[in-house]
């Protein structure tokens, strides 16, 4: 099966400065990379996907890469906020596969 | 629609308890995940339904877990016998494609 690895593990970044969160996986049939946050309590919340047709998307402060050469796709968080403190997962999925194989997390803390 | 509900919210059980959760989904998404998530851990697929249908288990189902999801609406998740490895969120999340939303998980402590 997918096998997707993340990192850093954790992050620390000053107000204001960028985050980049790095992940790689191992099917190349793999063609869906969400990026979820996940706040202390809380469920997973979809913040940005790409298709494997696309090789960047940017929503506001959030951009993510994807280089499916190279099997890897990225998380770019610009002029972070202290509400950006939270646990980041990127997951991927093939198109005919049932289930998101997630990587094992980036712990994001913003300081004020 | 407010999203994925998920009761309860916490439970606490003893060793060789059974459990059920409960989840209702976006009503219009016809997909239903079960995730289980350890602490500094992703999600780890558990099973996933397509309208009534149970499509999907993974290994790591076993004998005492069963899922169902009848009339296509809410599902359940039942852990018989519980063992303090079991001890996890569970996550549920539906989707009517891609991208799924997740509901707020119920956190299981077997003691």
């Known amino acids: 099966g997918e096998n997707v690895e993340q990192h850093p593990s954790t992050l620390s970044v000053q107000e204001g400065d960028s985050a980049v969160i790095k992940c790689t996986y191992s099917?190349?049939?793999?063609?869906?990379f969400p990026w979820y946050k996940q706040e202390l309590g809380k469920g997973p919340q979809l913040i940005i996907d790409?298709?494997?047709?696309?090789g960047e998307k940017k929503d506001q402060r959030i951009a993510v890469t994807l280089n499916k050469t190279a099997k890897h796709f990225s998380l770019h968080i610009t002029e972070t906020q202290p509400e950006d403190s939270a646990v980041y997962f990127c997951?991927?999925?093939?198109?005919?596969?049932?289930?998101?194989?997630f990587g094992t997390g980036t712990s994001l803390t913003v300081i004020p | 629609d407010t999203g994925v509900s998920q009761d309860p919210r916490h439970k606490i059980t003893k060793r060789g308890q059974n459990v059920t959760f409960r989840c209702d989904p976006i009503?219009?998404?016809?997909?239903l995940y079960w995730y289980r998530q350890t602490l500094g851990q992703g999600p780890e697929f558990l099973t996933y339904?397509?309208?009534?249908?149970?499509?999907?288990k993974s290994r790591l189902l076993s004998d005492r877990f069963s899922a169902e999801r009848p009339k296509g609406s809410f599902s359940t998740l039942e852990i018989q016998r519980t063992e303090q490895g079991d001890s996890a969120m569970y996550l549920c999340?539906?989707?009517?494609?891609?991208?799924?939303?997740f509901g707020s998980g119920t956190r299981l402590t077997v003691v």
């Open positions: 099917d190349s049939a793999s063609n869906y």
């Open positions: 999340a539906s989707s009517p494609n891609y991208g799924y939303t």
């Open positions: 997951a991927a999925i093939t198109n005919t596969g049932n289930q998101f194989y």
């Open positions: 009503s219009e998404h016809n997909r």
């Open positions: 339904f397509q309208n009534e249908a149970q499509l999907e």
């Open positions: 790409i298709r494997s047709n696309v």
